[in-house]
């Protein structure tokens, strides 16, 4: 096959962005499409700039809630996976239930939570914990049973302690996957903790753009989507930073 | 053996616990095992929602539409930018980012375009089962072997020609994986459209017995969805051993 020069690449994308938002604004323009459902990108522009305080204390909400939701979930699923992975039989008795669960819509119990812990912060960060829970549980569940058996061997003839080999054996062999599970966990921590805001909200980005949604205020909605998606992909571009420092340091 | 019988123990325990708890608890907020089990046989012959059997239908049709868009859109995506050296390296990492958005953030946009109709449902079910069908064609189509591609078209095969009768049997195996998981989140993608907002479907009658307080009825509600959610899965997975068997 041919080889793609990179200049060429930016240039091919550059140039979609720009066609797409000039045909979209011509669109928009020329009333092809009615304005009410699909603003023009500079009437999305200024959008932003009317809801820019309240969205950005808005958005502030959702990142805090999801922070607290995604340490949660990240402590609990890294014990919990050197837990079930090292034990054999909690690992053969719970495997398939987790997988279950995994899989599982979680939406399904949304409700169920609300009625028991009310609207608000309360149901998001526990909905967000479920969501990056179970992620970075299988990873870790995985990579613990797949320690080299050896190396355990040797710690424990060498005179190891528990304590000894699940820190000195045990964590430095699933760093890589806790990384894997850091980066899909906090996407879907944003996810659990807006769909919550959705749902049952009266503060965040969630329950913003639902009302946006509900008044058919289009070009404010689509300021807000573009706002949390922004935010979004930054984190995780900032994660894949910290992570490739890290595993270069580990070598 | 003793696994199995620990996995039972630990159901019957959950049961257990739970009809315990449930029976102390308010009746507004938890329901025990036994009292969602004649709400269950209230659902299943109609008395506590007639409309039961309309609305499996309908949310089944919107996930049927919503999934054989996303594979038809996805294989052709996944195609085009597989194919084509110069796509690929301009639009996967664009659509790599948007990967990292978590989907619901669309939806609100979707329900105000769509209305709260079943186009809604359709449209962000296509949008989450479409990705991994993209995804896993980009990852066949990487793995497949380059010489083959060069003597097809040394043999005068057109673009089309080679994606339909070299790569695609090629990625079968791969595609076969991300259709199954495409399926899934077509599926999740319909179901929280439906509770996000909606006027029929399982997802109305879930909230519908939700803001009411019967919450008997919402537990029957929510097991005969995940019966339909499991039998899916259950489906696919039996196609899926079938196309496996049929590509090796």
């Known amino acids: ?251 | 053996m003793t696994v199995v019988l620990v996995r039972l123990g630990l159901v019957a325990a959950v049961l257990a616990v739970w009809e315990v708890a449930g029976r102390a608890a308010n009746p507004l907020l938890a329901v025990p095992p036994s009292a969602a089990l004649p709400a269950l046989r209230d659902l299943l012959l109609l008395r506590s929602y007639p409309d039961l059997g309309a609305s499996l239908l309908l949310t089944l049709r919107e996930i049927a539409t919503a999934y054989a868009l996303a594979v038809a859109a996805g294989l052709a995506v996944g195609g085009a930018l597989g194919m084509n050296r110069l796509l690929g390296r301009a639009y996967g990492p664009m659509l790599a980012a948007l990967y990292a958005v978590p989907a619901v953030v669309w939806y609100p946009s979707l329900m105000l375009f769509f209305g709260l109709d079943a186009a809604s449902k359709i449209a962000f079910g296509f949008l989450l089962g479409f990705f991994p069908v993209t995804l896993a064609v980009l990852a066949g189509i990487r793995q497949v072997d380059p010489h083959l591609v060069t003597v097809a078209k040394s043999y005068g095969a057109g673009p089309l020609t080679v994606f339909g009768r070299v790569v695609l049997p090629a990625t079968l195996f791969t595609l076969v994986g991300g259709l199954r998981t495409g399926l899934a989140l077509s599926v999740i993608g319909v179901i929280v459209g439906e509770i996000l907002g909606s006027k029929r479907g399982m997802g109305a009658l879930i909230n519908h017995a939700y803001g009411l307080l019967r919450t008997a009825d919402y537990v029957a509600l929510v097991l005969v969805t995940l019966a339909l959610i499991v039998g899916t899965d259950v489906v696919a997975g039996l196609v899926e051993r079938k196309a496996r068997a049929w590509s090796e």
């Open chain 1, 1 to 251: 096959m041919e080889r793609v020069s990179a200049p060429r690449v930016r240039r091919l994308q550059l140039v979609s962005v720009l066609l797409l938002l000039a045909v979209w604004e011509a669109t928009a323009r020329a009333g092809w499409a009615d304005p009410l459902f699909v603003p023009a990108p500079s009437a999305v522009a200024r959008a932003l700039g009317t809801i820019g305080g309240p969205a950005l204390a808005a958005l502030g909400d959702t990142l805090g809630k999801t922070a607290i939701a995604y340490v949660l979930s990240m402590v609990l699923g890294v014990a919990a996976g050197l837990a079930v992975g090292s034990i054999r039989l909690l690992r053969e008795v719970l495997n398939p239930f987790v997988v279950a669960l995994y899989g599982m819509p979680k939406i399904l119990v949304l409700p169920w939570i609300v009625l028991l812990l009310g609207y608000g912060t309360a149901p998001a960060i526990f909905y967000g914990t479920l969501h990056g829970l179970f992620p970075v549980l299988v990873l870790v569940t995985g990579a613990v049973r797949d320690v080299d058996k050896t190396l355990v061997t040797v710690a424990r003839a060498y005179g190891a302690t528990t304590w000894q080999l699940y820190w000195k054996v045990l964590l430095p062999a699933i760093v890589p996957s806790v990384f894997a599970g850091m980066r899909l966990g906090i996407v879907f921590c944003l996810l659990g903790v807006l769909v919550v805001e959705m749902f049952a909200g009266i503060r965040g980005m969630g329950y913003v753009m639902g009302a946006l949604a509900n008044g058919f205020q289009a070009a404010e909605l689509f300021a807000a989507t573009a706002l949390v998606s922004a935010a979004s992909i930054a984190i995780v571009l900032a994660l894949d930073h910290v992570s490739e420092r890290l595993s270069h340091w580990r070598g």
